[in-house]
């Protein structure tokens, strides 16, 4: 550990969307250090990369219905970040569903890269222990310690219960309790397009397999034909812990039927422990503490789920941190 702990005015755990957000709404003078274990920002607005081929494999799109999201999804469309896919997959229901140009790992590229450069961020840091000190909060990431005046953790709840339990910091009962969903999902880049239905992918929630299939070419962010396969929660959670090996040969073999004439070139398993929350916190952001200055929690586990929810607990957060 460093001796000399670095100081900042609030320190935010997580550069996902909701740890993005609430950065981007504090432009209050007070200098911002976010700390993320991933090796980019983003969390789950995830883009994986194999050989030409671009795919989405974390959010595949999302909707808009209050207004302070619209209004955020509206410049990013003006910034030519954002784009309208389709108003539906089986059928068209009239309500747009959004996608990020290039994949959707672009859209928190593109709000990290818009923060004033009173926020840093550190990636490759994992968060081991939050816990109370003399003159602020104490934060221990890869080998260094920083010293906050306020913290905002925006991690999955399990993650954040477990670096703050560290720091000897109870969590109340309604945030611990919290339970996520799991999803066990297949990339795959193909010699092909599957051609699977206007416009690119099918959306099956009842399925007790596959609920959501996307080919990311159709999609248009991907310039060699690539689909994802996402497994539907209880069948995921069923086979979460079984090796990488066995489950892709069960994936391809389920997957098979969806791929037209379509071979595969190459393909992965991608494993997700918290895709979102059974059931959401009833509040967008949870003050968890006062002294010795304040820690709060956000995510999409708090106030509603998905895209659109952790952009707007980011908000409240940035709303109660100000
Ligand atoms: C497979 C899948 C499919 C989805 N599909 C959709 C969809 O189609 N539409 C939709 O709207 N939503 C979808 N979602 C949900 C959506 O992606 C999330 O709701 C949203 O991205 C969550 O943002 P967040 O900022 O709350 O959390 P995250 O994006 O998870 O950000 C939290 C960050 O905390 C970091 N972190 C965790 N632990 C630590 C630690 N100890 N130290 C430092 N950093 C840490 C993580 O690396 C991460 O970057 C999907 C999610 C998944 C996984």
């Not at 509206?74 to 030519?80: E, H, N």
């Not at 996307?214 to 086979?239: C, M, Y």
Request: aromatic share 6%; net charge negative.
């Amino acid at each position: 550990m460093q001796a000399e702990p670095l100081s900042t005015d609030l320190l935010i755990v997580g550069a996902g969307l909701a740890g993005l957000t609430a950065a981007s709404h504090l432009d209050d003078g007070r200098s911002i250090t976010i700390l993320d274990k991933g090796r980019s920002v983003g969390g789950r607005l995830a883009t994986r990369r194999i050989g030409d081929a671009v795919l989405d494999h974390g959010a595949q799109f999302f909707t808009v219905r209050s207004d302070s999201f619209r209004a955020a999804v509206d410049r990013w469309i003006l910034d030519g970040v954002v784009e309208e896919w389709c108003r539906g997959f089986d059928e068209a229901d009239g309500y747009p569903r959004y996608r990020t140009a290039g994949g959707m790992n672009r859209l928190a590229k593109h709000v990290a890269a818009h923060l004033t450069d009173r926020v840093t961020i550190h990636t490759s840091h994992r968060v081991e222990r939050i816990a109370p000190g003399a003159a602020g909060w104490s934060v221990e990431a890869a080998g260094q310690r920083w010293l906050a005046d306020d913290v905002l953790v925006t991690s999955p709840v399990p993650q954040t219960v477990e670096m703050l339990t560290a720091g000897g910091i109870g969590v109340p009962d309604s945030v611990a309790s919290l339970q996520y969903h799991a999803v066990v999902g297949l990339l795959a880049t193909l010699d092909r397009s599957p051609g699977l239905p206007s416009p690119g992918a099918i959306q099956q929630p009842h399925d007790p397999e596959f609920t959501f299939i996307a080919d990311n070419q159709a999609k248009g962010i991907s310039p060699t034909p690539a689909i994802t396969f996402h497994g539907a929660h209880a069948w995921s959670a069923a086979v979460y812990d079984r090796p990488d090996d066995e489950l892709l040969s069960v994936l391809l073999d389920r997957a098979a039927p969806y791929l037209g004439d379509a071979e595969i070139v190459e393909a992965q398993v991608k494993k997700w422990r918290y895709t979102g929350p059974v059931t959401p916190h009833p509040d967008r952001t949870v003050v968890i503490a006062d002294e010795p200055g304040r820690l709060a929690l956000a995510g999409d586990a708090f106030g509603g789920p998905k895209v659109e929810g952790a952009f707007l607990s980011g908000l409240a957060a940035a709303t109660s941190l100000h």
